[in-house]
């Protein structure tokens, strides 16, 4: 089985610049997630998705982040304009259906942004 | 807030020693409890969860981690170490549509 694919792995911009992450979840996984992990730090949900829809964006700082699922399968995460404190790994995790007790994520091998 | 706590953030263990990683979660709402590990260079993955029953639960790895209601806590264990336990381990909790991840603990296991 497949896992959750990032890309890309690494990227390198400088402040106020924008950039785009890409995810594809497991095949058949509903529900996607996008966390932010800061250096030291553990991750932080920014956003989930069941199917096209957001659940969760509680945490996602809507003035410079966006995040869409137009067909319920890939995701993309947008910074614009980015700030040096998003310097961090941006990780995906998707699982099968976000209600039920055995929801496991999985996780992919996440993108890391340094902001310059 | 509702959070997880890692007390440990750095261990330092030789093979075959015991190992048990503190994890303290916040009073309120369902528990729903995980531990996730990262190996060098790997992604994220699940050691065990807890969401009711038994709670003794056995994980992969020989890992496992027990909840006490009374102390709010859900220490992960592992009665004897390996080489290759050397890893970043993380506690989380989810709590409505959140999740909530402690600052992980660095765990190096020395041959």
């Known amino acids: 089985e497949a896992g959750v694919a990032q890309s890309p792995r690494y990227k390198i911009i400088e402040k106020r610049q924008s950039v785009a992450f890409w995810c594809n979840p497991i095949s058949g996984h509903a529900t996607l997630y996008w966390y932010q992990q800061i250096l030291g730090q553990g991750p932080k949900l920014l956003i989930q998705f069941q199917n096209n829809g957001v659940v969760d964006d509680s945490q996602l700082p809507k003035d410079r982040f966006s995040a869409e699922r137009l067909k319920g399968v890939d995701s993309t995460l947008k910074i614009q304009p980015a700030k040096l404190e998003d310097s961090a790994v941006y990780l995906c995790?998707?699982?099968?259906?976000?209600?039920?007790?055995?929801?496991?994520?999985?996780f992919g091998p996440g993108t890391r942004l340094t902001v310059l | 807030a509702q959070s997880v706590s890692q007390h440990n953030h750095h261990v330092i263990l030789s093979e075959a020693a015991s190992l048990e990683l503190g994890c303290n979660y916040s009073?309120?709402?369902?528990?729903?409890l995980f531990w996730y590990v990262q190996y060098p260079g790997q992604h994220l993955q699940l050691l065990l969860k807890y969401f009711s029953g038994d709670p003794l639960v056995k994980g992969i790895k020989g890992f496992e981690a027990e909840f006490i209601k009374s102390k709010f806590s859900f220490n992960l264990r592992k009665p004897s170490v390996q080489w290759s336990d050397t890893a970043e381990y993380f506690c989380a909790r989810r709590l409505g549509n959140q999740f909530y991840f402690g600052t992980g603990t660095s765990l190096t296991v020395i041959p």
């Open positions: 995790a998707s699982s099968l259906e976000l209600q039920t007790s055995y929801n496991e994520q999985f």
């Open positions: 009073y309120g709402g369902t528990v729903n």
